[in-house]
């Protein structure tokens, strides 16, 4: 059972945030800023900063997985651009929330805006087997995961 916000474990970047867990988005968000596309052996990379405070200003590198289209939402659509969607880099990232621990897609976009920097969707709460209950804050505790969790589906 997890609450409204849990608390997660960004593992290999050696973080903890607090996440909103929002059943009505379909994807993860990670609030990130300075994201550039790259190339590294052929291969599609993304390089970015967090975009959570100023004690992460290290640039974080990680192999693009995908570019996700996510659609705007009525205020953040500009006719003079004419596009309905954003499109967003989507890098693999495990996380620990409670004692599980799951590889999730995470797209990545400036939420310094919005109270909590990570954005967890139903796609990867689906890869937590989640049941949220939104009157809960922080049921789950904080992350406690083995390394080797993320391999139990």
Not at 34 to 58: M, P
Not at 109 to 135: C, H, M, N, W
Request: hydrophobic share 40%.
């Amino acid at each position: 059972m997890y609450g409204l916000n849990e608390y997660a474990s960004l593992e290999g970047i050696n973080l903890e945030v607090a996440a909103k867990l929002d059943t009505g988005a379909k994807t993860a968000s990670l609030s990130a800023r300075d994201i550039k596309r790259f190339k590294r052996n052929g291969e599609s990379w993304v390089r970015f900063y967090l975009a959570i405070d100023a004690a992460h200003s290290h640039p974080i590198e990680r192999p693009l997985a995908r570019v996700s289209k996510i659609k705007r939402r009525a205020g953040d659509y500009d006719p003079e651009e004419g596009k309905k969607y954003t499109a967003r880099p989507v890098i693999e990232l495990d996380i620990c929330m409670g004692s599980a621990l799951r590889s999730i897609e995470v797209n990545l976009t400036d939420r310094s805006a919005f109270q909590y920097p990570l954005l967890i969707g139903s796609e990867a709460l689906k890869r937590f087997d989640a049941l949220v209950d939104p009157s809960l804050k922080y049921a789950a505790g904080k992350p406690a995961c083995a390394t080797d969790a993320h391999t139990a589906e």
